[in-house]
């Protein structure tokens, strides 16, 4: 799936998500998420870790900035330019 609605979803609700990086756009977006984090270690330990720091309660997450790109009329107007300039 190249752009998750699971990661969508997650996103505009401010709740943590830690991925593995691979490709696709759902990763790219991951990357400037505040409220995402890469893991690159197969260490249950430090994955375990990772997922602790996240369910503390002061963590203030915000993706507000991420969020706004897909917001369905900014992708509508960026289809419509893609038409337009085609046509």
């Given at each position: 799936?190249?752009?998750?609605?699971?990661?969508?979803?997650?996103?505009?609700?401010?709740?943590?998500i830690i991925f593995?990086?691979?490709?696709?756009?759902?990763?790219?977006?991951?990357?400037?998420?505040k409220s995402a984090y890469l893991i690159n270690s197969n260490d249950p330990l430090?994955?375990?870790?990772?997922?602790?720091?996240?369910k503390l309660?002061?963590?203030?997450?915000?993706n507000v900035s991420i969020l706004k790109k897909f917001r369905l009329s900014h992708v509508v107007k960026k289809y419509e330019k893609i038409?337009?300039?085609i046509l």
């Amino acid at each position: 799936e190249g752009m998750s609605n699971t990661v969508l979803e997650t996103l505009s609700l401010n709740k943590p998500i830690i991925f593995f990086n691979n490709t696709g756009a759902s990763t790219d977006l991951l990357k400037k998420s505040k409220s995402a984090y890469l893991i690159n270690s197969n260490d249950p330990l430090f994955i375990s870790k990772k997922i602790k720091y996240y369910k503390l309660p002061d963590k203030k997450l915000s993706n507000v900035s991420i969020l706004k790109k897909f917001r369905l009329s900014h992708v509508v107007k960026k289809y419509e330019k893609i038409l337009d300039d085609i046509l």
